[in-house]
């Protein structure tokens, strides 16, 4: 079993996005704490998409996240340093073990039963930019479509370059910080693995009923907002397959 984060000044290691890896080779420069939880830090810096977390291995693998193998964070209070390869809190200093990727691949269009059948439990949801900033909480619902309509976009080569830039240029306007992060991340096609999970079902890659439900789980809305986002994506590319 891992031990829990000390104060101990030998690196501790996470794993680490690979879209991550830039932010955390860097100059140093200072992070501010948005938000802390027991599995998660949420700290802002002036780089990159604007956001790390540092997260336990209980919580959802965000594409901004470094993951530890610990249960609960128990990380010393003092300055968040992140750079020259490490993110440093107080003596601790969290450095990259393993790189992973979270971009989804580029899939063939999806298979209509899988989509009927995601349809029927999450509903549908039309896409626009409207969506942005709507709702409550640190990712509000409209961001949650948007984030999974842009990985979608990505999965099956849509052409969703207007909806990213518009993101770009103003979600750090019209939403919160860690959902401006998360759209970013989504613009490029990175995603929680749930996402991905659920692209690989409606390809017929894995069973549906399971991939669905790992999704719909995450978070109170997140999930199945993420969920009705891939889904209008899907259904998009299924209608210029068939036109």
């Known amino acids: 079993m891992a031990t829990a984060t000390t104060m101990s000044p030998v690196a501790l290691r996470a794993s680490v996005p690979a879209g991550m890896r830039e932010v955390l080779t860097g100059p140093v420069c200072t992070g501010t704490v948005l938000a802390r939880f027991p599995t998660a830090w949420y700290v802002v810096v002036p780089r990159g998409f604007g956001l790390i977390a540092l997260l336990t291995r ?36 969290i450095r990259a073990g393993r790189v992973v990727s979270l971009r989804v691949a580029r899939r063939g269009a999806p298979w209509p039963e899988p989509l009927r059948r995601t349809s029927a439990v999450v509903g549908r949801t039309d896409v626009d930019e409207g969506l942005l900033g709507r709702g409550a909480g640190l990712t509000p619902e409209g961001d949650d479509v948007l984030a999974g309509y842009l990985v979608g976009a990505v999965a099956y080569g849509l052409p969703a370059d207007d909806l990213r830039a518009f993101v770009h240029a103003q979600a750090s306007r019209r939403t919160t910080t860690l959902s401006a992060a998360l759209l970013r991340h989504a613009a490029a096609g990175e995603a929680i693995p749930q996402v991905a999970g659920l692209l690989d079902a409606l390809g017929g890659r894995r069973p549906l009923d399971r991939a669905l439900a790992e999704l719909v789980a995450v978070g109170h809305t997140s999930g199945a907002a993420l969920a009705r ?11 210029r397959m068939a036109a």
């Open 229 to 239: 986002g891939v889904l209008a994506a899907a259904g998009e590319a299924s209608a």
């Open 58 to 93: 209980t919580a959802v693998r965000l594409p901004c996240g470094l993951a530890m193998p610990d249960e609960r964070l128990e990380l010393p209070a003092g300055e968040v340093l992140i750079g020259a390869g490490a993110v440093r809190v107080g003596p601790a200093e």
